[in-house]
């Protein structure tokens, strides 16, 4: 699946393929993506909760480059903060640090985290930092550790479970009781750096949903694997975890009956709902981890 994975992200890549998606618009993209529009994605929050399942908010955007943009894109999950924090529901937002300027300026990224964060405080909103890909892990961990050493409990990460190095960065981080979302990992990352088969990842993303709940850490088990979920079930259950310790994370549009019976079991069950205009990378992301997501947009884009 990594070759999959990586010969997909290469051919999304190239500008005349992203011209082809995007002169489309959402049309395509609609099954992943809530809207462009933040009216859109509270729309989604609603329908979520009808079926029990929780949402996350994403304002897409990643790999800015000048403060003037960061800034701007900090101002778009202040006005989703906001707009969460009035609602009846779980408020839970992801951010990445690239949006916010870490590409720029580490220093310019901490400062509009924290001004994130503290808005998200007073509303009761979780924000969770996204994980990008693997040049950026050192700093995103740094500003983590940065803003839980600046007192601010209702802030998360996210390890992947490909990269070789993130059994070592949990236990680095156990000291801060982190909330952490697991996940396989969705970037092109050289073999060097990232385990290429699948049994290899599932065994890594087993050992760091493990150590987590064992050190008493909140954990979202971000996953559709079968697989994964029927172990994390029996393992949990067996061990006798108690369930407010850790939930079930799933991407928006992606097998929403499994998300509505995982609410129904009882387990709390987050979907990850993206919106915004700056949709391209999110999607090709997602069109290429697995083979029937590709087949989907290749089948629509000769339709039209």
């Not at 009035?86 to 870490?102: D, E, N």
């Not at 990008?132 to 700093?139: I, L």
């Amino acid at each position: 699946m990594s070759l999959w994975r990586n010969a997909v992200l290469a051919v999304a890549g190239r500008p005349a393929v992203e011209r082809l998606v995007r002169r489309h618009g959402m049309g395509l993209a609609r099954r992943f993506i809530a809207g462009e529009t933040l009216e859109e994605a509270l729309a989604a929050v609603h329908r979520l909760e009808e079926d029990g399942v929780h949402a996350i908010l994403d304002v897409l955007g990643e790999m800015v480059t000048g403060e003037a943009m960061a800034r701007a894109f900090a101002e778009e999950i202040k006005k989703t903060v906001r707009a969460f924090a009035a609602l009846p529901y779980p408020r839970y937002v992801s951010v990445k640090l690239t949006q916010l300027g870490l590409d720029t300026s580490e220093a310019l990224a901490k400062e509009l985290l924290e001004e994130i964060l503290a808005l998200a405080k007073e509303g009761g909103v979780f924000v969770r930092i996204d994980m990008e890909d693997s040049p950026r892990v050192d700093k995103t961990l740094a500003v983590y550790r940065a803003m839980r050493e600046a007192g601010f409990e209702n802030v998360g990460i996210v390890l992947q479970a490909y990269l070789k190095r993130s059994q070592a960065d949990l236990e680095a981080l156990l000291p801060y009781r982190p909330n952490v979302r697991v996940v396989k990992g969705a970037y092109a990352e050289p073999p060097e750096v990232a385990y290429p088969d699948l049994p290899t990842i599932r065994a890594k993303f087993k050992a760091l949903v493990e150590k987590n709940l064992r050190a008493g850490n909140p954990t979202a088990i971000a996953t559709h694997d079968d697989a994964l979920l029927h172990w994390a079930k029996d393992w949990t259950r067996e061990r006798e975890i108690p369930r407010e310790r850790y939930e079930f994370q799933f991407l928006y549009g992606v097998r929403p009956a499994l998300q509505k019976k995982t609410a129904r079991e009882g387990y709390t069950t987050r979907a990850y709902v993206p919106f915004g205009k700056s949709w391209y990378p999110y999607f090709s992301r997602r069109i290429a981890e697995r083979p029937e997501n590709a087949l989907f947009v290749l089948r629509g884009l000769l339709k039209r």
